[in-house]
C-alpha cells in the first residue's frame, strides 16, 4: 500500500514536499516514480528513483526545480518542490515500479497510491 500526502494549497514561488508512505512489501527493493495529472490533461511522469537511491530522473518540466529522495528505513519517497508554478496544480501520484529502477512509463508501475492534491495560485 502507498499513501501520499503533503498536498495543499500555495502561492507561485512557493514550495512543498510531498511525502509517499509505503509498506515494505511493495517498495523496499524497487523503484519508485512521482505522477501527476492535471485538470483536463493525461497523467505525466515527474520523477523517479531507484530502490537505493542512487538514480534519480526528472521530466524537463521540473528539472531543476523538484527532487525526488527516499529513506528506506523509513520506506518512504519525497518529492521536494520549489519554485512552484500554477502549471505545477495537479494531482500527485507516488507508484512502485516493477523493478528496481524508475520509468517515465506508467505501464512500469505496479502499485499506486491515493493521489494528493496540489494547487499553486498565481
Known amino acids: 500500500q502507498l499513501q501520499a500526502s503533503g498536498g495543499g494549497l500555495v502561492q507561485a514561488g512557493g514550495s512543498l514536499r510531498l511525502s509517499c508512505a509505503a509498506s515494505?512489501?511493495?517498495?523496499?527493493?524497487?523503484?519508485m516514480g512521482w505522477f501527476r495529472r492535471a485538470p483536463g490533461k493525461e497523467r505525466e511522469f515527474v520523477a523517479g528513483i531507484s530502490w537505493n537511491g542512487a538514480s534519480t530522473t526528472y521530466a524537463d518540466s521540473v528539472k531543476g526545480r523538484f527532487t525526488v529522495s527516499r529513506d528506506r528505513a523509513k520506506n518512504t519517497v519525497y518529492l521536494q518542490m520549489s519554485s512552484l508554478k500554477p502549471e505545477d496544480t495537479a494531482v500527485y501520484y507516488c507508484?512502485?515500479?516493477?523493478?528496481?529502477?524508475?520509468?517515465?512509463?506508467?505501464?512500469?508501475?505496479?502499485?499506486w497510491g491515493e493521489g494528493t492534491l496540489v494547487t499553486v495560485s498565481s
Open positions: 507508484a512502485t515500479s516493477r523493478t528496481s529502477y524508475s520509468s517515465s512509463n506508467y505501464s512500469r508501475y505496479n502499485y
Open positions: 515494505r512489501r511493495t517498495s523496499s527493493n524497487n523503484g
